[in-house]
């Protein structure tokens, strides 16, 4: 009995990320948010195209961009830092990924700081106005590294300024 419980337990998360993933595709960075959405930053396994998405378990609200071709990648930009050196230094790690729809800049990060040892992830949206919004990510759900963006050799560091 227990193996069977065990076998649907894991079938829960794998049929949530299918909606999430198509075959041709490997997930960079993803998270559940606080509220219990689903932000999916995912690519095509030869570099084809690059895709954010989020939304519900059972529906994907929100694509971007909607057309999956090489030239997706030119509507993201990247940027890093790295300062190490632990507590003492006030070691952190940023990683920001900026992309703008409909009006909208959307920044995805991703954060560590040593001075209290801590993590935060997630979305800030920011309007025409500058009125911003955050979508906090649900640290335990954090899987991948935006960092792996600039893996593909299809993106490059940008100054963006780091915004978390």
């Known amino acids: ?28 960075f993803s998270f559940q948010t606080k509220n219990g959405k689903m932000m999916s ?9 690059i895709q954010y ?3 519900t378990k059972d529906h994907v ?8 071709t090489k030239e997706s990648w030119k509507n993201f ?22 992309f703008s ?17 801590k993590y935060d992830a997630g979305i800030i949206i920011t309007d025409s106005k500058g009125k911003e919004t955050r979508i906090p990510a649900n640290y335990k759900t954090v899987q991948g590294c935006i960092c792996r ?5 299809m993106i490059q560091k940008e100054d963006i300024g780091l915004i978390f």
């Open 1 to 28: 009995m227990r193996k069977y419980i065990l076998f649907f337990c894991l079938m829960i998360p794998l049929s949530f990320w299918a909606q999430y993933l198509l075959p041709n595709e490997e997930p960079l």
């Open 53 to 55: 998405r989020f939304g």
């Open 61 to 68: 609200e929100m694509e971007f961009p909607a057309e999956r």
């Open 101 to 117: 729809n409909n009006g909208y800049q959307y920044v995805v990060f991703k954060t560590y700081f040593a001075e209290d040892e």
């Open 149 to 153: 963006v600039e893996d593909t050799g």
């Open 41 to 49: 930053l995912v690519k095509d396994k030869n570099n084809g195209y």
């Open 77 to 98: 930009h990247y940027n890093s830092y790295m300062r190490g050196g632990g507590k003492q230094n006030a070691g952190m790690e940023v990683d920001n990924l900026l």
